[in-house]
T-cell receptor
């Protein structure tokens, strides 16, 4: 089982729709989680961080479910500009295991 | 402006010719990291550094070397590049989460597209 798994998509949804995708992780001791957005082979940029149960920023909501070991990202009222690949990132528990694990990304395409 | 810079941005080289990709950050971050990105595989960590003179292997370190002689710089060295190292490479830096040695939000450089013939 991969350490961090994402549905690769693509998710193709109409503008204005609500879309959600999940990211599952295997290390139950993982401490912090991030969603990054990546446009067309450019550098990833932080969308949202999740340190406790969840986080909300405008149209974007991230939720952490530690019991089931997944993080979700919800996008409401989607815009054309939301089309991108969304990367889930899991950070280690402590400095003894400081690798950072990326999911392979979920592609989202918003159509007019 | 706070940023991570990488050079070169594009490089085409031949098998066996040593090369170095530079990475520099001006945010005084402790943690720095190199990734490669390949279609269908996402970003995979090559090496990371917790601080000056402290480096460690990521998931795919074979064929790469790094050094961290100064806090701001973290060059990636390919001693003898091979075609399977053709990829898109990203450098990133991050501070530690307050009171910990756990990396926080990462800031990425613009990427280096490497082709090894």
């Amino acid at each position: 089982r991969k350490e961090v798994e994402q549905d690769p998509g693509p998710f193709n949804v109409p503008e204005g729709a609500t879309v959600a995708f999940n990211c599952t992780y295997s290390n139950s001791a993982s401490q912090s989680f991030f969603w990054y957005r990546q446009d067309c082979r450019k550098e990833p940029k932080l969308l949202m961080s999740v340190y406790s149960s969840g986080n909300e920023d405008g149209r974007f909501t991230a939720q952490l479910n530690r019991a089931s070991q997944y993080i979700s990202l919800l996008i409401r009222d989607s815009k054309l500009s939301d089309s991108a690949t969304y990367l889930c990132v899991v950070n280690p528990l402590d400095s003894s295991a400081s690798k950072i694990i990326f999911g392979s990304g979920t592609r989202l395409s918003i159509r007019p | 402006e706070a940023q991570v810079t990488q050079n070169p941005r594009y490089l085409i080289t031949v098998t066996g010719k040593k090369l170095t990709v530079t990475c520099s950050q001006n945010m005084n971050h402790e943690y720095m990291s190199w990734y490669r990105q390949d279609p269908g595989l996402g970003l995979r960590q090559i090496y990371y550094s917790m601080n000056v003179e402290v480096t460690d292997k990521g998931d795919v370190p074979e064929g790469y070397k790094v050094s961290r002689k100064e806090k701001r710089n973290f060059p990636l060295i390919l001693e003898s590049p091979s075609p399977n190292q053709t990829s898109l490479y990203f450098c990133a830096s991050s501070p530690f989460q307050p009171g910990t040695s756990v990396p926080d939000t990462q800031y990425f450089g613009p990427g280096t597209r490497l082709t090894v013939l």
